[in-house]
Every structure is written in C-alpha cells, then in structure tokens.
C-alpha cells in the first residue's frame, strides 16, 4: 500500500526532486551513490522512494540533516513529524516562531554560500562600489542572489552604510547553535570542493595554486598539525592583506585520510 500522509509524500518528493538534481549535474550518478549520501541502505532507499515504506521520525531528521537543508526547509519538511527544536524563543508555540527561524537562516546562508564573506573582502578592496550590479559582475553572480546577501549581512550588522552612504563591513562576530553551524560548514566544504576544480579548469596557472603530498604519518600528531596549519594560515593572510586590496582570492587547506583508519583494540 502506498504512503498517502502529507509529511510522508512532502519526505519522498524531497528525496526525489534531490536525486533529480544529482543526476541533472551527473547522469551517472546512482541510486546506490545516493544511498551512500543519505547513510541509509539502497534497498531502503528504493522502498522510500516507490512509497512502499514509511519514513520514522528518526530517519526523517537524518534525511534533513544529509540533504543539508537550510533552517526553514527542515522545519518545513519535519513539521509533520513533530520533531521541531524547542527553544526559550518558542517552548509555548506549536512550531518555531519566526524571528528564531530567521535569524538561524541568516546565520545558515553567510556560513553555507561562499558570496557572503567574499561580499565582505570584497569591501576593502581599492574601487569597492556598494552596487549590487557592480557586485555581481566582479564575483560572477546573479543580481537577486547579491540584494538577498546584502540584506542579510546588513540585517545581521556584518555590513552597514557609512556617512557617505558606502557599505562597510563592521568586523561583526557572532555564533549560531551547533547544529545549525555543522550543516552550514559541511555544505561550505562541498561548495569550496566546486570553486576549486572550477578554477583548476578556468584560470590560468599564474593565478591559482594546487599542491599536495602524501605521506605516511603517525595519528597521534593531526592535532597539533592542525594547530600548525591553522597558524600558517593566519600568517599568510596577515602578510597578504597587508599590501594593496584588489582582488578577493579563497584560500583552502584540505588533510584527508586515504587508508581506512586502524580501530585501536
């Protein structure tokens, strides 16, 4: 018998429409490869999909979080379920009140799409203009999606008009709760992965640099490797930011194991 629960068809058509998507990018793409992405096995998959199987609370909120869905998707999508997060903001609402949903998208897209921080550097460069037009061209975007990131980083005072009327960027921190973070970053990851075999494909050497090594190494030591790399980094970005601003360039330092890691008895 097939699923004829709202919730249950919202879940198998989101599944759907994402595996569309992978394939439209990849047509080799498999089911077994998404399968793979969700954590879940093919066949379970197929039955999900056909509608022969029901989605538990559990799984639905796995598939939110492997989809990378934004703060408002997810609740949207987990609504039926009556698994929303509760939070002082909301513990008398039935469902997440809007001001939390907002400032969770917001914190969610400056972490997840790449454009918002190059907003930022793009800033104080030399010639910087506060058009969104302007803004777009440099960064090969489309004009919606710069008006929706400055809104966002002004609402969020990462950016605000000076008296001249100039954009600026505040310097701003601000935190967001851990799981909205995690999502936000992996989905990040995945996006720096595309800029880079962008750029690998598009610019010219003297402009881009890819290096890698493989090694052998003792586990015990990526802690403080990671330590290392992140004060390399923090040291070439002083020394890069100190000339004359132009240009917005991403830096990304990837370490990622190759063999299987030896669970320790």
Not at 55 to 82: H, V, Y
Not at 133 to 157: C, D, F, H, M
Not at 217 to 231: C, F, Q, Y
Request: hydrophobic residues 35%; proline residues 3%.
């Amino acid at each position: 018998m097939e699923i004829q629960n709202n919730e249950q068809l919202t879940l198998q058509m989101r599944l759907k429409e994402s595996l569309a998507q992978s394939r439209a990018k990849n047509p080799n793409y498999s089911l077994r490869a998404f399968a793979k992405k969700l954590n879940v096995s093919p066949a379970a998959l197929s039955e999900f999909l056909s509608g022969r199987r029901r989605f538990s609370k559990k799984m639905a909120e796995r598939i939110a979080d492997r989809l990378l869905l934004s703060p408002l998707e997810r609740d949207e999508l987990l609504r039926g379920f009556s698994i929303l997060p509760r939070t002082k903001m909301n513990t008398k609402a039935k469902g997440p009140c809007k001001p939390y949903i907002q400032i969770n998208m917001d914190h969610y897209h400056v972490i997840s799409d790449w454009y918002h921080f190059a907003i930022l550097s793009l800033a104080e460069t030399k010639g910087f203009q506060s058009d969104s037009k302007w803004i777009a061209e440099r960064l090969g975007l489309r004009n919606y999606e710069v008006l929706s990131a400055l809104e966002r980083l002004e609402r969020l005072g990462m950016l605000e008009k000076n008296s001249k009327g100039r954009l600026v960027a505040t310097g701003v921190q601000y935190s967001t709760s851990d799981e909205i973070a995690n999502i936000a970053i992996r989905k990040s990851h995945l996006q720096d992965l595309e800029i880079a075999r962008s750029s690998l494909e598009n610019d010219p050497v003297d402009q881009r640099d890819f290096t890698s090594v493989t090694m052998a190494i003792d586990p015990e030591r990526l802690g403080e490797a990671k330590k290392m790399v992140r004060e390399f980094r923090d040291q070439l970005c002083r020394y890069l930011e100190g000339g004359k601003k132009s240009e917005v360039f991403k830096m990304c330092f990837n370490m990622v194991p190759l063999t299987k890691m030896e669970k320790k008895i």
